[in-house]
């Protein structure tokens, strides 16, 4: 899907969603883009914005019917559509993404993982299958994964990269600390956990 | 410290640090700013504004001394400097930061972690104990840590959050696909693993 949205907003999306699955009762059957901006601490135009992005605009004086957002911001993220991802590195990050519950809120799974390890050959974790790099263009034809997770060292990362990419996967989400080298069409995005810690502390 | 960096800028630094330590040998003695864009994808005009917030501009026509540069950065990071963080929530991605190798490239180490499982006290990973929430104090009193990481379920990430604040923590990070409530002197930033690959997801 291509979409029109500013990426800086796209970000925001699942945020509203967590926030807005997160009430309940009929109290908050409606909710203001007011009310949203004030939980979240953003500024209300640009809620309003945001959100116009996946939904109609809420009702003068009522606000959004909030199960009505929480469904056009579901869609809009694809949650509903079953989604396969694979997971290369299976250190310690890569089994607690295996045997993370998270993803399956965005409808994505991770169906296999791959580690060069031979030692790590045939585990299962959380009912999922390590395989050995050997395995990967049969995971790819069983699977036809467009999402892949690399939680491997970053002297691995871009080889890995390359490998995914010649592949056809589409979307990496990159938890190795190096900036990978990708071609346009393919979307990298990089959690560096520790340089977040680091970042934080620098603003302390 | 505060710093005049704006937060954007400090994000990448981080970035310029793996990518210069990634490089070796003698004909890397020498770095300029443009290869540095390039290399990264970014703009040389950005690369250069960044790294003045650090350190003195490159010379003309042969650009940064590397390991000059390098040593910039880390001191800004504060690589230099040991900080203690404690974790909350020793779950399967608890467990994995515990054992992380990356955070001591920033002069960070998790010193303790706390978990409110009675099945889990006791537990050494890495080297770090699990205590119960009961023993939080004493390990502030012990560490006086001025970061904190939330690895607990999003129901339960606001209540830890704010028994972090009241003990005095200035510098969180929160995996919890929640938005916590923090005073503003208080820096939080958020991983949500899940959104970033929903995200992803979606631009593809």
Not at 143 to 168: E, F, K, T
Not at 186 to 200: G, K, M, P, Q, Y
Request: net charge neutral.
């Amino acid at each position: 899907m291509t979409r029109d949205i500013p990426e800086i907003s796209l970000q925001r999306l699942p945020v509203y969603l967590n926030y807005l699955k997160s009430l309940s009762g009929e109290e908050n059957k409606f909710i203001s883009s007011g009310a949203i901006a004030a939980a979240l601490g953003m500024g209300e135009v640009l809620v309003r914005k945001d959100l116009a992005y996946t939904s109609s605009a809420g009702r003068p004086k009522v606000g959004y019917v909030r199960a009505e957002l929480i469904a056009a911001l579901e869609e809009y993220l694809g949650c509903n559509v079953k989604k396969n991802a694979v997971l290369v590195g299976v250190g310690g990050l890569g089994r607690a993404l295996m045997s993370y519950g998270g993803f399956v809120n965005y409808g994505i799974e991770i169906v296999e993982a791959y580690d060069s390890d031979p030692a790590k050959e045939g585990m299962v974790i959380a009912g999922k299958k390590v395989c050995s790099a050997d395995e990967f263009e049969r995971g790819m034809a069983v699977y036809s994964p467009r999402l892949a997770i690399i939680a491997v060292p970053a002297s691995a990362a871009q080889s890995v990269c390359d490998m995914l990419v010649a592949a056809g996967i589409k979307g990496i989400l990159n938890f190795a600390p190096v900036q990978l080298k990708a071609p346009e069409s393919v979307a990298v995005r990089n959690i560096d956990v520790a340089a977040n810690l680091a970042i934080i502390s620098s603003m302390i």
